[in-house]
């Protein structure tokens, strides 16, 4: 039945796993830079997909995509030793910034050894792997690939990359996740946090328009019936224990209170995907130690595919009923894979940015893959009063 899955068992607070405090964020998305950006999107007053027919000299299966059209890192980063990178690394390295920028959290020469990355992705830049792969066949001999791309075409190129760019020494990972890709990096974050191995993470995951990331969305999409367009971007969160950031007199951005992931039996009809996804979210309301009455958003992965929408709503709704509003996130960033499940919890954020009156709101992000796996996080946020939380 559950290939894998969690304990049963709420943890008590006094000994599980700290909450971690999110403590400033940084968000690039197809509704452009920055938190007001994409609130103005969720709300329905971004400019949608944009023309993507002159990015790239390869065919798209479409002519629009929730993509950064005129996105240039060197624009944000200055051209010196930024030459090389490739867009996902790009992406990831700028949100990395605009994060650093959002918190108090100062980075310096006593702390830099106690402050890491963790990134989640799909497969890393599909387009660095699939061009520097194919010049190893056409290029003459001795197959004349440039080195210099190579890091490009591994994983961990852009949480490497960060961690040199901003100096910051602590554990530095790259979780390859897909769509469950930013829950998997809070979960390996908070147990670095817990453990002891880390103060602080940049937490993140990213996802790079390219053509093979657009014929991989429609693809999926035609199998399962959507019309959704591709997206992009990154999302990367400061975050920190809880208790040591309120003991320092600090008010986080948010705190994220609980998540709970399992691989259950894909989506059918026999409903054990949905019973899955249900004991996530359950689980994770009993250890954050939330009733279902208490939440006032789900932030959901729906993309408009028939099969996994509606098991991920019956889910949602045997655990917290049809009435609690949910936030469509896709609608408004498209469907980013990896980098979905961080655009989902920065629009949480954002609105709390844009509206003081949720200040304390609980709320939900779901999401989910094809293949059956799922996940749940309880989130509770603030807004910065005056411009500023602290």
């Known amino acids: 039945m559950t290939v894998t899955e969690t304990s049963a068992e709420a943890a008590p607070a006094q000994s599980g796993p700290p909450t971690l405090a999110i403590t400033g964020f940084g968000v690039l998305s197809g509704a452009g830079i920055g938190a007001g950006a994409l609130a103005a999107a969720i709300g329905g007053e971004g400019a949608g997909p944009a023309d993507v027919s002159e990015m790239f000299e390869e065919p798209l299966p479409r002519q629009d995509a929730h993509a950064l059209v005129d996105f240039k890192v060197r624009d944000h980063l200055g051209r010196k030793g930024t030459s090389f990178f490739d867009r996902s690394t790009a992406l990831s390295m700028v949100a990395c910034k ?3 920028a ?3 959290l100062q980075v310096d020469d006593d702390n830099r050894a106690r ?14 792997t699939s061009d520097y792969s194919r010049d190893t066949f056409v290029q003459d001999r001795p197959y ?15 949480a490497g990359q960060a961690g040199i760019w901003f100096g910051l020494q602590g554990a530095n990972s790259t979780i390859a996740g897909g769509p469950l890709a930013m829950l998997n990096v809070l979960r390996y974050g908070r147990n670095l946090i817990g453990c002891g191995y880390a103060d602080a993470l940049l937490a993140g995951s990213v996802e790079e328009f390219s053509p093979q990331s657009a014929w991989a969305v429609h693809y999926a999409q035609s ?16 975050v920190e224990n809880a208790e040591t950031v309120r003991a320092a007199g600090r008010r986080p951005d948010a705190e994220v209170l609980a998540v709970e992931v399992g691989v259950f039996e894909p989506p059918a009809a026999d409903g054990e995907f949905t019973r899955g996804l ?6 994770a309301l009993e250890r954050a130690g939330i009733t279902a009455d208490q939440v006032s958003t789900v932030a959901t992965a729906a993309n408009g595919m028939t099969r996994l929408d509606d098991a991920e709503e019956s889910a949602i709704a045997s655990v917290l009923g049809s009435e609690v509003p949910r936030l469509r996130v896709k609608d408004a960033t498209g469907e980013a894979f990896s980098a979905s499940g961080a655009f989902q919890l920065a629009a949480l954020l954002a609105r709390h940015r844009a509206e003081p009156a949720r200040d304390g709101e609980i709320s939900v992000v ?25």
């Open 98 to 100: 605009e994060a650093l």
């Open 102 to 104: 959002d918190t108090d």
């Open 115 to 128: 402050i890491g990355i963790t990134m989640g992705t799909t497969a890393g830049s599909a387009k660095s």
């Open 144 to 158: 004349l690939v440039n080195p210099l791309l190579f890091p490009n075409a591994v994983m961990n190129c852009a």
């Open 223 to 238: 199998t399962e019936g959507g019309s959704l367009p591709p997206g992009e971007g990154a999302a990367v969160f400061v």
């Open 278 to 283: 249900a004991l996530c979210l359950t689980r």
């Open 366 to 390: 779901t999401t989910r893959s094809a293949e059956g796996a799922a996940g749940a996080a309880v989130v509770r946020g603030w807004s910065r009063v005056g411009g500023d939380n602290r």
